[in-house]
């Protein structure tokens, strides 16, 4: 059984262009959730969703980022006109939710590093 | 919303003792406290994880303690090794399948 995959694993973007980050959660997984890490800093919530639906964007900045999960295919990550402040490894985690919140665990990927000229 | 802070953020040990790492949260709402280990350039792994409806759980080396009247709960590795040298991150959500919340992380180094 893969683990989380993400891909690709270092991006490079100048600004202003369009960053698309993909994740595919392991297999019988129907939660994704998308994380943002700077340097020397911790985990930072974005997004949580499920199949077709988006259950918590709490965490993701107002402009430019958007997240998707569609039926079929890899949940992406997609951040327009990326500015410098966007450089940062993006993190994706999956759950199986089986309606048991006892045995409900977060596996995450390895991350995109994402580098902004 | 939740905020978890962690102490101390290094934290250097010789090979063979204990590390402990400490964690507070903010809502009393939160229900589940998982523990991630991050080496370089990996994703971070689940090590453990405690509920709120157990004091302390115990994974050979590892161990966690929770003590939900104070908010608070600790990570305790014993005989530690060098391949435990990695960032530490503490976590809080209300549970299992929400949103986790997490620590500013510890980077521990095991000294051989």
């Known amino acids: 059984n893969a683990g989380v995959m993400q891909n690709p694993r270092h991006l490079v973007r100048r600004r202003g262009q369009e960053a698309r980050l993909r994740c595919s959660p392991m297999?019988?997984?129907?939660?994704v959730y998308w994380y943002r890490q700077l340097p020397e800093e911790g985990l930072k919530f974005m997004v949580y969703?499920?199949?077709?639906?988006?259950?918590?964007e709490s965490g993701m900045p107002k402009e430019r980022f958007s997240a998707e999960f569609p039926k079929e295919g890899p949940s992406i990550l997609r951040i327009q006109q990326v500015v410098r402040g966007d450089s940062a490894a993006y993190f994706c985690?999956?759950?199986?939710?089986?309606?048991?919140?006892?045995?409900?665990?977060?596996?995450f990927g390895s991350g995109t590093q994402l580098s902004v000229l | 919303g939740e905020n978890v802070e962690q102490h101390p953020s290094t934290l250097s040990v010789q090979e063979g003792d204990s590390a402990v790492i400490k964690c507070t949260y903010s809502d009393s709402a939160s229900n589940y406290f998982p523990w991630y280990k991050q080496e370089l350039g990996k994703g971070p792994q689940l090590i453990i994880d405690?509920?709120?409806?157990?004091g302390e759980k115990k994974d050979q080396r590892i161990a966690v303690t929770l003590n939900k009247t104070a908010k608070h709960f600790s990570l305790h590795i014993t005989e530690t090794q060098p391949e435990d040298s990695a960032v530490y991150f503490c976590a809080a959500a209300e549970t299992s399948y929400d949103k986790v919340i997490f620590g500013p992380g510890t980077s521990l180094s095991v000294i051989p």
């Open positions: 405690i509920r709120s409806n157990v």
């Open positions: 969703l499920q199949k077709e639906n988006i259950i918590d």
């Open positions: 985690a999956s759950s199986p939710w089986q309606g048991d919140a006892t045995n409900e665990k977060l596996f």
């Open positions: 297999k019988g997984h129907s939660h």
